[in-house]
């Protein structure tokens, strides 16, 4: 009899009907990685915006096809799903289960840590759904993880730069300019979810990571292409990351660009890619003159990103590390002292070069 492998995929989570909006919206704001203002401020802070901002997230969420909720958990059950079975194949003697651990909305990072006790598992490997490491999404989730599950586990922090997972994003982009009549004249917007310009400045590594996969992506796609990497969904008074996807959508529209918009720091459709970039940027577009506006698809079930995720769990598995990066090795310079590897940067100082072969 073979080993039990439980991989468990960390994911935000959503709310699953309109009347869960305003609980979601608190929990994601009570987190003290999210608001790092003392617990009764952050408390009062998560009841005062889940309140005021409940009622217009209540209509974007009725956008989307999915009963006034969220698509997230559905799409990430696909992807639990088809990771399994890719994982099962290479590992015949083995039984391999997905869990899935939401930040703040269930089935909670919690009640997974529960089904894997439950179930018994001799390898836990826990893999994010977020290419890159941030202290709000990854490690927020660890966080929890590690309150809730005492025993062993396997960390992979981050893959932005596996090369399955570059060129999923360029196959997906490929076929939205084809879709889109393969227009000339392209500006390829890279747009990554925000965050505030203070958790970067404190050592958070995830714009690092965006931008240097951004230059992966762009050095891949056709060279007459502009490549502007950008940020959307800004929340709050604070002053976040940029530029902003919106403006950088209206710079690209008044120069009478072929707009294609991807999705770089989510793997699957949700709120912020059928809603945001899908209808309220298409208006920008549209009200500032773009020649066209496409939107390329999230990587869902994506042939060569699930592959890339089963080579990443088996690397792991065969790793005495207890964390590991798509580079097995800290991938991140030391600038980023909020990066989870504790150990230095192989090159220490040095700016990496993702095209080097430690990257391939
Ligand atoms: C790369 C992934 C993400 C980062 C980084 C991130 C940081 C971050 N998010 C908020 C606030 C909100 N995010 C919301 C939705 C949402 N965020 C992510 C991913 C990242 N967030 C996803 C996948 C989703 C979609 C969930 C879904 O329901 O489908 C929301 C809710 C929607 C809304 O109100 O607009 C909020 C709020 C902050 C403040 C932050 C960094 C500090
Ligand atoms: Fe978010
Ligand atoms: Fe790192």
Same mark, same amino acid.
């Given at each position: ?112 840590? *529960?089904?894997? $006790? #439950? ?5 836990? %490997? @826990? ?6 490491? /941030? ?112 403006? *950088?959508?209206? $710079? #690209? ?5 072929? %707009? @294609? ?6 793997? /699957? ?92």
């Amino acid at each position: 009899m073979g080993r039990k492998i439980a991989i468990v995929l960390f994911n935000l989570g959503g709310p699953d009907s309109d009347k869960t909006v305003r609980p979601f919206l608190k929990n994601l704001f009570r987190d003290p990685a999210i608001i790092g203002a003392p617990l009764p401020v952050r408390w009062f802070l998560a009841r005062l915006i889940s309140t005021t901002r409940a009622p217009s997230v209540i209509k974007n969420y009725a956008m989307m096809d999915a009963g006034g909720g969220s698509p997230l958990l559905p799409e990430t059950e696909k992807q639990a799903e088809a990771l399994t079975t890719s994982l099962q194949k290479a590992l015949p003697d083995d039984q391999v289960r997905c869990f899935i651990g939401m930040r703040y909305w269930h089935p909670f990072t919690e009640e997974a840590a *529960e089904q894997v $006790k #439950a179930w018994g598992a001799d390898e836990v %490997i @826990l893999l994010p759904l977020y290419p890159q490491f /941030s202290t709000t999404t990854t490690g927020s989730s660890l966080t929890a993880w590690s309150r809730a599950y005492k025993g062993p586990a396997k960390t992979i922090c981050c893959y932005p730069f596996a090369e399955g997972l570059i060129s999923a994003h360029v196959d997906r982009i490929m076929q939205a300019h084809k879709a889109a009549g393969e227009p000339d004249n392209v500006r390829l917007l890279l747009s990554a979810h925000g965050l505030p310009e203070k958790i970067v400045k404190d050592g958070d590594p995830y714009q690092w990571q965006c931008e240097t996969m951004g230059e992966m992506v762009a050095a891949r796609v056709p060279a007459d292409w502009e490549v502007v990497p950008c940020y959307q969904s800004r929340v709050g008074p604070l002053k976040w990351i940029g530029p902003p996807t919106e403006e *950088e959508i209206e $710079k #690209a529209a008044k120069d009478g660009k072929n %707009i @294609l918009i991807a999705p770089i720091a989510f793997v /699957s459709e949700h709120i912020e890619t059928l809603v945001e970039l899908g209808e309220e940027y298409r208006l920008v577009a549209e009200e500032h003159g773009a020649a066209s506006y496409t939107r390329v698809e999230a990587l869902g079930v994506h042939e060569e990103f699930i592959s890339m995720l089963r080579d990443e769990v088996l690397a792991s598995l065969k790793s005495d590390q207890t964390i590991r990066s798509c580079a097995n090795s800290r991938l991140c310079p030391s600038d980023w002292k909020n990066c989870p590897h504790k150990q230095p940067h192989p090159k220490v100082g040095q700016r990496v070069n993702p095209s080097s072969k430690e990257l391939a």
